[in-house]
């Protein structure tokens, strides 16, 4: 679409989210996230900031990590880790089982990383765990789903939280577009990224959905370059 109502968020299904969508073209998708999330989703810096400064060598961490895709994310995190002497355990949740195996072999050589196939809707995984992390996911969900989301994962008082997505705007679609469509072929990339930009967020969408979550820790919404948004809570002081 040349010119999409940006005015609202769009009630659209991503392509990689069908069940029957190509599994060839699924796992590449998968593939070419490596690149996508790193340079556009900022976790590097959100995962240094608020989890890889809050551990030590003498404190094992625990993260769940919903919506994992591929797993590129938590890869990296692990690496960082094991520079740094840290021993952390991540459980890498997704809904779709073909993506769940992809990861399990993607993770074949990280041990400290569980992937299970599980519905975001179902009660979370949450005990004893430290730290929550999530990027791209709460776009994939209906606002009732997210509040739900975040007044669960809020109420569990983990260290930290970090819920990290894209803002809807018209720069962000264009941008994208401009920035993705000559590079990433025979995949979802492009045409599910564009869906993912109209079915995402303002800032006021945001503040509404947390307001009607009504956080019990401390929380606050960063707005991020480019075109992102991240929602850090628990019970360590969120604007660390």
């Known amino acids: 679409m040349i010119f999409p109502d940006l005015s609202r ?11 029957d969508s190509p ?9 070419q996230f490596g690149p996508i999330n790193r340079h556009f989703s900022r976790y590097r810096t959100l995962l240094r900031r608020y989890v890889l400064s809050d551990m030590t060598p003498a404190r094992p961490g625990r993260l769940l990590d919903l919506g994992a895709g591929g797993c590129d994310i938590g890869r990296w995190l692990i690496r960082q880790c094991r520079q740094r002497g840290l021993q952390l355990h991540i459980t890498a949740m997704e809904n779709d089982p073909r993506v769940a195996r992809y990861a399990q072999a993607a993770c074949r050589d990280y041990p ?10 179902d009660p979370l ?11 791209h996911l709460l776009h994939h969900l209906p606002d009732q789903t ?14 930290r939280y970090l819920l990290s997505d894209m803002l809807r705007s018209f720069w962000a679609y264009y941008g994208f577009a401009l920035c993705t469509a000559p590079f990433f072929r025979n995949s979802f990339i492009v045409t599910d990224g564009l869906a993912s930009i109209r079915r995402s967020f303002t800032l006021a969408e945001v503040r509404a959905l947390l307001q009607a979550a009504q956080p019990v820790t401390p929380v606050t919404l960063h707005q991020l370059t480019p ?5 850090i809570g628990g019970r360590c002081r969120a604007d660390r």
């Open 112 to 121: 400290e990383i569980e992937v299970v196939a599980q519905d975001i809707r």
């Open 125 to 135: 995984p949450l005990e004893e765990v430290d730290y929550v992390f999530a990027n």
């Open 9 to 19: 968020r769009a009630k659209l299904v991503e392509e990689m989210d069908r069940p």
């Open 23 to 31: 599994e060839d073209r699924l796992f590449r998708t998968l593939a």
């Open 227 to 231: 075109y992102r948004f991240a929602v």
């Open 146 to 159: 997210c509040i739900a989301l975040i007044r669960q994962i809020d109420r569990a008082a983990p260290r």
